[in-house]
């Protein structure tokens, strides 16, 4: 059996050449890694997750006409998703206050902001990510004006879909973050959402108890990372609607 050429691995997700010509197959692993992989641990069932919750939400903004990366799902931990060049930014959406920018700015955590703030982070593990400004993007060449109009449009357009879809099975959409990457059609080059949107890149919490059911779960010790995920695929009806404790998948 001729083996698959692997093309990068990350933290979260290995990436191997696709099945057809400018696609890109995506797995999902089950390492979970915080603070710029100062944390490691393998949470059992993580990939299979975040796979489905990765698909389920880049569908819904197919359907409601958001370009992504998605093609479809080939098994429990691999999406087939188009090849991109990824934008070397971390697109970062905030509703209320919380991490970072808690911190930074010390707002007290959960405190609703006025609006949507959108923020930038240069793509970058040996520096941590450092937040930037839309000079530094313009300066350095890492995205053009107009880049930076789509990429804010994209942004806010993700925030409303997922803020409403989350909403309506009772969970708050605190923070999340997106990458963007670059495609080429014909002459026309254009960007759409990469990589994941998953509960390891959003802070997510129960609009009533206020329970984190993300990463932070993870990030400061809160209890079992894959309940979390599984109870957020179980209320989306991503998962079959009846106590799991593992993730067993529908079709
Ligand atoms: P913060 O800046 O408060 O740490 O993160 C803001 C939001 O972006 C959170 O939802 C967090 O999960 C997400 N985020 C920030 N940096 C990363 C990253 O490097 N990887 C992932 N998966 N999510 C991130």
Redesign the pocket.
């Known amino acids: 059996m001729a083996r698959r050429k692997k093309i990068y691995e990350g933290k ?1 997700k290995i990436l191997y050449e696709g099945t057809e010509p400018g696609t890109i197959v995506q797995y999902f692993k089950d390492d979970a890694t915080a603070f710029n992989a100062e944390k490691k641990d393998v949470i059992d069932g993580k990939g299979v997750l975040n796979n489905r919750l990765s698909e389920y939400f880049m569908t819904g903004l197919t359907q409601i006409g958001v370009p992504n990366h998605f093609i479809r799902r080939l098994n429990m931990r691999e999406q087939l998703v188009r090849n991109c060049e990824i934008v070397p930014l ?1 697109v ?1 959406v ?1 509703n209320y206050a ?5 911190k930074r700015l010390g707002i007290a955590e959960g405190t609703q902001l006025p609006r949507p703030i959108v ?1 930038y ?1 240069y793509k970058d593990d040996s520096l941590g ?1 450092p937040l930037v400004t839309e000079e530094h993007i313009a300066a350095f060449g890492w995205a053009s004006q107009q880049d930076m109009d789509d990429i804010l449009s994209l942004a806010l357009r993700v925030n409303d879909f997922m803020s409403g879809v989350m909403l309506a099975v009772g969970i708050r959409l ?4 997106i990458e963007i990457g670059r495609v080429f059609d014909g002459d026309y080059q254009r960007l759409i959402v990469a990589d994941e949107i998953s509960p ?4 997510l919490w129960d609009i009533e108890t206020g329970q984190k059911l ?3 779960v993870f990030r400061r010790d809160l209890g079992n990372l894959t309940d979390a995920y599984s109870e957020v695929a179980r209320r989306l009806g991503v998962l079959p609607n009846s106590n799991v404790t593992k993730p067993t998948l529908i079709n």
């Open positions: 979260a971390e970062i905030r919380a991490g970072t920018m808690s923020e982070c990510d605190v923070d999340f973050k390891d890149s959003c802070r993300d990463k932070d």
